[in-house]
């Protein structure tokens, strides 16, 4: 049994039955490669394009941003857009954000526009890095979440600061990208992704 293209091996153990089941990162069999979850969480590629996109631009001090329009891309802005990260978020091409525009195109044409947030001319947002990386995935339970937003260290993954947010992926459909303290309250664990400050 093959992984999909763009998904590197390493990170899965073959078992019997010709069962592919992910690295010590997480216990779950897969049972093909056509399952869900297989395909949409591990072999979606982790925001590290999302991350220096909205880093760069806070740093060139622009007003918007495009990204591509995912899932992924659309529930990491939506955190960052409610805790007062990002002004708005509209849909549009990649010539404008035009939400007319956004369903007669093409979906490789198809981008999410941020508008960014500045206090006294200065970015509200500092600084955004993974947490989970393509080497190193990291998952946690409800209770090592816990953890990282009470102050403490879950392993390698250091505690949330003052003002800071930790994006979570978690394998519940209807709240699938949430934060780390909205996760503790829904007892959800998951892919911690990154964190912004």
């Known amino acids: 049994m093959q992984a999909p293209a763009g998904f590197h091996e390493r990170n899965l153990v073959k078992c019997e039955a010709g069962e592919l089941k992910v ?21 979606m590629p982790l925001p590290h394009d999302l991350c220096s996109s909205i880093q760069n631009a ?4 622009l007003a918007r941003v495009s990204v591509p329009h995912t899932t992924q891309n659309l529930g990491i802005l939506s955190i960052l857009l409610r805790h007062g ?3 708005s978020l509209t849909r549009g091409t990649i010539v404008s954000p035009n939400p007319g525009a956004f369903p007669l195109v093409g979906s490789s044409q198809k981008r999410i ?14 600084e ?14 409800p209770g090592r979440i816990r953890l990282i937003c009470s102050g403490r260290r879950a392993g390698v993954t250091k505690p949330i600061g003052m003002g800071e947010i930790v994006v979570v992926r978690t394998f519940d459909k209807e ?11 829904l007892k959800l664990g998951g892919e911690v ?3 912004a400050r």
């Open 23 to 43: 690295g010590e990162g997480i216990n779950r069999t897969l049972s093909s490669p056509n399952n869900s979850f297989f395909s949409k969480t591990l072999c």
């Open 58 to 61: 806070f740093r060139a001090r």
């Open 85 to 87: 990260f990002l002004t």
């Open 113 to 126: 526009w941020a508008q960014l947030k500045y206090r006294e001319d200065l970015p509200v947002l500092s």
């Open 128 to 141: 955004m890095k993974l947490i989970s990386k393509p080497s190193k995935r990291v998952y946690m339970d």
């Open 175 to 185: 709240n699938e990208w949430v934060e780390a303290r909205e996760a503790v309250a």
């Open 193 to 195: 992704i990154c964190r």
